[in-house]
């Protein structure tokens, strides 16, 4: 059974810092690639940030970039996204997501491009 399961959300004020986690099982992490997408009340999923298999490669979102680093522990099958100098516009329910086999890249930040989805984990950022 595949589980993705997040964790480390919460509330901050602006300009502080989250690290979330998101331990996966039920299939092979290591050759998967993976993704961050957040959704805000009211809107559609938006990608944030994207890692390949190896870890070697990695996209983000550009209003997060600079701020936010995605990696990843093949050994302990979990994927991070560090969260620094949060913005309230940051308020989010955060998901991590594992990608096609196969996928095209033209389909990073789209989430048709991804198999298997965590529950999400609330991140809202206070001003």
């Known amino acids: 059974q595949v589980q993705l399961v997040e964790s480390g959300g919460g509330t901050v004020q602006a300009g502080g810092s989250l690290r979330l986690s998101c331990a996966a099982s039920?299939?092979?992490?290591?050759?998967?690639?993976m993704a961050w997408f957040r959704q805000a009340p009211g809107k559609e999923h938006e990608f944030v940030a994207f890692?390949?298999?190896?870890?070697?490669?990695?996209n983000y979102l550009d209003s997060v970039k600079g701020r936010f680093t995605i990696s990843r522990d093949n050994a302990k099958n979990t994927v991070y996204l560090q969260m620094n100098n949060l913005r309230p516009e940051d308020t989010a329910v955060y998901y991590c997501?594992?990608?096609?086999?196969?996928?095209?890249?033209?389909?990073?930040?789209?989430?048709?491009?991804?198999?298997?989805w965590g529950q999400g984990t609330q991140v809202t950022i206070s001003s």
């Open positions: 997501a594992a990608a096609q086999q196969y996928m095209a890249p033209s389909l990073r930040g789209i989430p048709s491009g991804y198999k298997y």
């Open positions: 039920g299939y092979s992490f290591s050759s998967t690639a």
């Open positions: 890692i390949s298999w190896t870890g070697g490669w990695t």
